[in-house]
């Protein structure tokens, strides 16, 4: 398995922006999808965003929730083994845990499909 550390998290005013990334190390990092999933006190975790693995010669498959669609952006840098969360035009809304993970096998949405996780880290909005 692959190992996964977040960093980037923070306390941020309504319509500002932070970039959270997520270091890998372990597996070859090319061979997995890669997400960001968020958990807010008393909710489900849930996928804000995810990116295929690289395939020469197509489109970079990528999947945004309709809540952060627009605003946020993921990328990912096979070379530097991470991938990154650009999150603009925050709202208070967006304040969770934010969780680095990585899938093996499968492009989802779902949590139980992605095995690795890193530790999360918390990005707050203020209002």
């Known amino acids: 398995q692959v190992q996964l550390v977040e960093s980037g998290g923070g306390l941020v005013q309504a319509g500002g922006s932070l970039r959270l990334s997520c270091a890998a190390s372990g597996r070859p990092f090319s061979e997995y999808v890669m997400a960001w999933f968020r958990q807010a006190p008393g909710k489900e975790r849930e996928a804000v965003a995810v990116i295929d693995r690289s395939t020469p010669g197509t489109t970079l498959r990528t999947y945004y929730a309709d809540s952060v669609r627009g605003r946020f952006t993921i990328s990912r840098d096979d070379a530097k083994m991470t991938v990154s969360l650009q999150m603009n035009s925050l709202k208070p809304e967006d304040t969770a845990a934010y969780y680095c993970?990585?899938?093996?096998?499968?492009?989802?949405?779902?949590?139980?499909?992605?095995?690795?996780w890193g530790q999360g880290t918390q990005v707050t909005v203020s209002s």
């Open positions: 993970t990585a899938s093996k096998f499968v492009y989802s949405t779902r949590a139980p499909d992605f095995s690795s």
